[in-house]
C-alpha cells in the first residue's frame, strides 16, 4: 500500500536531492585510473533529464528494449509501494571529452516503442550537442520503462493486438497485421471501484489495480486494416469511452510541492473536463483525486536513485586518452545486463551503422547486410549470432586495409577509424559476401561444421581464402582459357586441403585457449604479409605465392600440433571420445580405410552410430591383466603391501596396465551398432554379425588390413600378452605417423 513516509529508492530521506559524494578513484593507489561521484538522483530529475532536451542518453549498441506494457505497470506499482528501483551507473561526458568522430555512439530515449516492425519507434529529442550528457550504462531498461510511462500524452506502446492480447490478458489469438498505440492511463472507473474496495482510504489502493493500457489518439491510435465482424480488440479507446482514461503523466506533471488538497483540486477540475469527465462525475471524483495526487506528490518529490557517475576525461601526465578509452570500454564490456554480457563486437556494430554507406551496398543498411550474412550462414549450418559477422568482418578489414593491426579498445571510442571500415566494408560487401558464402559451402562440402572447433578458426581461414580467390579473380584475364581452368583447379585443391589442415592444425596446437587474443592479432599480421606477397603475384606466379601463404600459416600451429598428436592419450575408456577429431582425419587419408571405414557395421535392427570404440575389449584386457598378476604372484615372495604394487611387465601399476587398452592404437572410428569397449568379446564375434560380412560382400581380413587391425586385436584369445601390447603400439605409431604426415602436407584427405 502507499504510506506518507519517505520513497526510499535503496536511499534514506535525510539526505538533499543533490547531495552527491566524491569517491576516489577506482583501484586506489594505481595513478591509471577512473573517478566517479556517488549520487543519490531525484527520480524526477532522471525523468526529466531523459525526455525534456533529454541529455541523458543510451549508448547505441545492439541491447534492445526488452520489457512489456505488463513489466512497466508492474515497476509503477513497485514505485508508488516505495519498493527499491535499483542503481544505475552513468557515464558522463562533457563537450571537450572527445573530438568529433569520438566516443560511443548514442541515442536519446524512446517515446514510442514500435514492435510492429523493422522500425524502433520514435525517439526523444536530444539537446543539441555540444553539451554535457549522461550515458546511460546500467539501468537503462527501468528508465526507460519509467519514462514510456509518465513521459508525455503519446508515449507508450506500438504492438501487434496478438502481442497486446497476450501480454495483458493472458489470450493467445491467430496473428495478424492490426496493431494498436497505447499509453499507460488512470483509469476512473477502476480507481472508483477499487476506492470502493478500500472503503474510500486513498492510500490503501493498489496503483496497479488502477492502472491501464489505452488507445488515446483516435486517429492514429490503430492500423486500418478492416477487421472481422467477430474481432476481439485487446485494448480499450478514449474516444469509445469518454471520461474513463487519463494519461499517468498528466497527474505526475500537476504535482508541486506543498499543494493542499485544495489547490490540486482547482488544478484537477479543468483536466477532468478536458477528459470529458461530466459534471456529476466530476464532483464525485474531486475529493478523493485531489487526495491521489499528494501519493503522488510524495512519490515524485522525494523518491531518489542511487546512481554512480563515471567522470569525464581529465588529461594528466598519467592518465592519457588511450587510457581512458580502454577503461570505459572495459566497463561496457564487463556490465551484465538482462543476463548477459556486453561485447566489444557491440560496440564495433554501433560505429558500423553509423559509418556505413548504404547506396554502396545495394541500398541496404549494416543492420540490414549482416543480419542476410548471418541468415546465410545459418542456411549452410553454421549458428553464429551477429557478433561473430562482426568479428569476421573487422578482421577481414584489418588484415587488407589496417596492415594487419587489429581494432583494440581505445580505436573502439575513435569514430575516425571505425567509420573507416564501415565505409570501406560497405564498398566491398557486394564482392565479401558472396565470396564468405562460397568459403562456407566449402566448409559444408568439407563436411567441417562439427569440427571447426573456434569461428575464430574459421574467420583466419575465410580471410585467406577471400585474399587467394580475389587475386586469382584479378589475374585470371591475363591468361588463356585453358590456362586459367588449370590455375582455379590448383587453387581449388590447395583450398580444400588448406582447409582441412587448418582447422585440425590450429585445433590440435590448442591456439584459442589461453593465448586467444594473442594468437587472433599474430595470425591477422601473417596474413597482411600475405597479402602483401599476393598482390604482386603474375598468374604464372600465384600458385607458388599461394604455397608460399599457405606454409606460412601452417607454421604458426604445426609444431604445437604435432606436439598434440604425439601426447594425446587417454587412460579411462569413457572418455576414448577425445580420440574423435584425430580418427575422424586418420580413417580419410588412405583410400581402402574410408572405403571400408564407411560401411555401416549393423548387427539385427539396431540403428548405427558413429562413435570410438576399442579393438580389443576392455574388460578382456582386464581379465588378462589380472591373470597377469596372478601369475606374477604365484611366484612372489614379499610382504603384504609389497604384492599390492606387482604389475605385468613393462608397466609401473595395475592401473597402467589397465589404462593401456584406452591408448588411441586399439581405438577406431566406427559407424556400428555394438559397443566393443562394454564386452569381452572379440571384434570377430561382432564382424561376423554383420550383413558385409556374413554375406561375403566384404573379406574380413580387407577390412582389417584397410584399418592396420591384425588378428592379434580382432581375435586376441590366441596371442600372448607381449604380442597385443606390440601390435597395438606399433598400430598407435602408425596412427600419429599419418596424422603429422597429414599436418605437415604430405598426406592429405580422400573421402
Known amino acids: 500500500m502507499w504510506c506518507r513516509g519517505a520513497r526510499h529508492w535503496n536511499c534514506a530521506r535525510q539526505a538533499p536531492a543533490t547531495s552527491s559524494s566524491r569517491c576516489a578513484p577506482l583501484f586506489e593507489g594505481h595513478k591509471m585510473s577512473i573517478k566517479y561521484d556517488s549520487k ?24 534492445p528494449y526488452v520489457w512489456s506494457p505488463r513489466q512497466v505497470t508492474m515497476l509503477v506499482d513497485s514505485l508508488f509501494r516505495g519498493w527499491p528501483f535499483g542503481s544505475l551507473l552513468l557515464w558522463e561526458v562533457k563537450p571537450d571529452c572527445f573530438e568529433a568522430n569520438e566516443g560511443i555512439p548514442h541515442r536519446p530515449f524512446w517515446q514510442v516503442v514500435d514492435r510492429t516492425g523493422n522500425d524502433n519507434g520514435s525517439q526523444n529529442s536530444a539537446l543539441g550537442q555540444p553539451a554535457t550528457y549522461q550515458m546511460v550504462l546500467d539501468g537503462q531498461q527501468r528508465v526507460q520503462s519509467l519514462i514510456l510511462a509518465l513521459g508525455g500524452d503519446q508515449w507508450g506502446f506500438q504492438l501487434l493486438d496478438s502481442e497486446w492480447a497476450l501480454d495483458l490478458q493472458d489470450r493467445r489469438v ?13 483509469d476512473l472507473q477502476k480507481f472508483t471501484g477499487e476506492l470502493k ?5 486513498v492510500r490503501k489502493i493498489e496503483a496497479g489495480k488502477i492502472l491501464e493500457w489505452a488507445i488515446l489518439d483516435s486517429v492514429t491510435g490503430q492500423s486500418v486494416e478492416s477487421r472481422p465482424a467477430n474481432y476481439v480488440y485487446p485494448l480499450e479507446t478514449a474516444k469509445g469511452n469518454p471520461g474513463r482514461f487519463i494519461r499517468l503523466s498528466r497527474f505526475w506533471d500537476l504535482v508541486q510541492k506543498d499543494l493542499s488538497e485544495r489547490e490540486y483540486k482547482k488544478l484537477l477540475e479543468p483536466m477532468l473536463k478536458e477528459h470529458g469527465v461530466s459534471d456529476a462525475g466530476r464532483l464525485d471524483l474531486l475529493d478523493s483525486l485531489a487526495e491521489f495526487m499528494k501519493v503522488v506528490e510524495n512519490v515524485k518529490i522525494n523518491s531518489f536513485v542511487p546512481a554512480l557517475q563515471i567522470e569525464s576525461f581529465e588529461l594528466t601526465p598519467q592518465w592519457s586518452k588511450d587510457d581512458y578509452s580502454d577503461a570505459i570500454v572495459n566497463i561496457f564490456t564487463r556490465l551484465d545486463t538482462a543476463g548477459r554480457t556486453l561485447t566489444r563486437e557491440e560496440i564495433t556494430l554501433a560505429w558500423l551503422k553509423v559509418g556505413w554507406l548504404p547506396e554502396k551496398a545495394d541500398n541496404k543498411t549494416a543492420g540490414q547486410c549482416l543480419e542476410e550474412l ?5 542456411d549452410r549450418g553454421f549458428r553464429i549470432e551477429t557478433d561473430e559477422i562482426v568479428r569476421l568482418i573487422s578482421f577481414v578489414w584489418a588484415v587488407e586495409c589496417r596492415g594487419g593491426t587489429l581494432l583494440d579498445s581505445k580505436d573502439l571510442l575513435k569514430g575516425e577509424i571505425v567509420r573507416s571500415m564501415a565505409a570501406s566494408v560497405a564498398a566491398t560487401w557486394t564482392k565479401l559476401k558472396p565470396r564468405v ?3 562456407a559451402d566449402l566448409i559444408k562440402e568439407r563436411d567441417l561444421l562439427e569440427n571447426q572447433g573456434s569461428f575464430n578458426a574459421i574467420i583466419v581461414y575465410l580471410t585467406w581464402y577471400r585474399l587467394a580467390f580475389d587475386r586469382f579473380d584479378a589475374v585470371a584475364g591475363s591468361v588463356s582459357v585453358i590456362e586459367r581452368d588449370s590455375l582455379e583447379k590448383q587453387l581449388n585443391l590447395r583450398a580444400a586441403q588448406f582447409l582441412d589442415r587448418w582447422v585440425f592444425g590450429s585445433q590440435w596446437a590448442n591456439v584459442w585457449g589461453d593465448g586467444a587474443v594473442l594468437n587472433f592479432q599474430n595470425f591477422a599480421t601473417e596474413l597482411n604479409t600475405i597479402f602483401g606477397k599476393l598482390k604482386t603475384a603474375q598468374a604464372s606466379g600465384l600458385i607458388a605465392a599461394v604455397d608460399d601463404g599457405i606454409n606460412q600459416m601452417m607454421a604458426r600451429v604445426s ?3 604435432v606436439e598434440q598428436i604425439n601426447n594425446v592419450l587417454v587412460r579411462y575408456r569413457h572418455r576414448v571420445h577425445a580420440y574423435h577429431p584425430f580418427l575422424w582425419v586418420w580413417h580419410r587419408l588412405e583410400d581402402d580405410r574410408w572405403k571400408n571405414s564407411s560401411i555401416q557395421m549393423r548387427t539385427g535392427c539396431k540403428q548405427t552410430r558413429l562413435e570410438v570404440d576399442h579393438t580389443v575389449a576392455d574388460a578382456w584386457w582386464a581379465r588378462l591383466v589380472e591373470q597377469q598378476i596372478k601369475a606374477k604372484l ?14 605385468p611387465d613393462d608397466f609401473e601399476s595395475r592401473d597402467d596396465a589397465i589404462a593401456f587398452i584406452n591408448l588411441l592404437g586399439n581405438c ?13 568379446e572379440s571384434m570377430r564375434h561382432f564382424l561376423q554379425q554383420v550383413h558385409e560380412f556374413k554375406d561375403g560382400k566384404v573379406q574380413m581380413t580387407d577390412w582389417e588390413a584397410a584399418l592396420a587391425l591384425t588378428p592379434t586385436l580382432t581375435l586376441p584369445d590366441g596371442s600372448t600378452f607381449a604380442d597385443i601390447k606390440m601390435t597395438i603400439r606399433t598400430r598407435d605409431a602408425l596412427i600419429r605417423k599419418d596424422l603429422i604426415e597429414f599436418i605437415g602436407g604430405q598426406k592429405h584427405r580422400v573421402d
Not at 524526477?44 to 525526455?51: Q, W
Not at 474496495?197 to 482510504?201: G, P, R, S, T
Request: aromatic fraction near 4%.
Open 559 to 561: 609444431t604445437k600440433a
Open 197 to 201: 474496495a478500500k472503503n474510500d482510504i
Open 437 to 439: 558464402e562460397s568459403c
Open 374 to 378: 548471418r541468415t546465410a550462414l545459418g
Open 40 to 63: 543519490r538522483e531525484p527520480l524526477a530529475e532522471i525523468i526529466k533529464k531523459a525526455t525534456i532536451n533529454a541529455t541523458y542518453v543510451i549508448p547505441d549498441l545492439q541491447r
Open 634 to 647: 604365484a611366484t612372489f615372495v614379499g610382504t603384504d603391501e609389497e604384492k599390492t604394487l606387482i604389475a
Open 668 to 680: 577406431s572410428l566406427l559407424d556400428k551398432s555394438f559397443n566393443i569397449s562394454k564386452s569381452d
Open 174 to 186: 491467430k496473428p495478424s497485421n492490426h496493431w494498436s498505440k497505447a499509453s499507460m492511463c488512470i
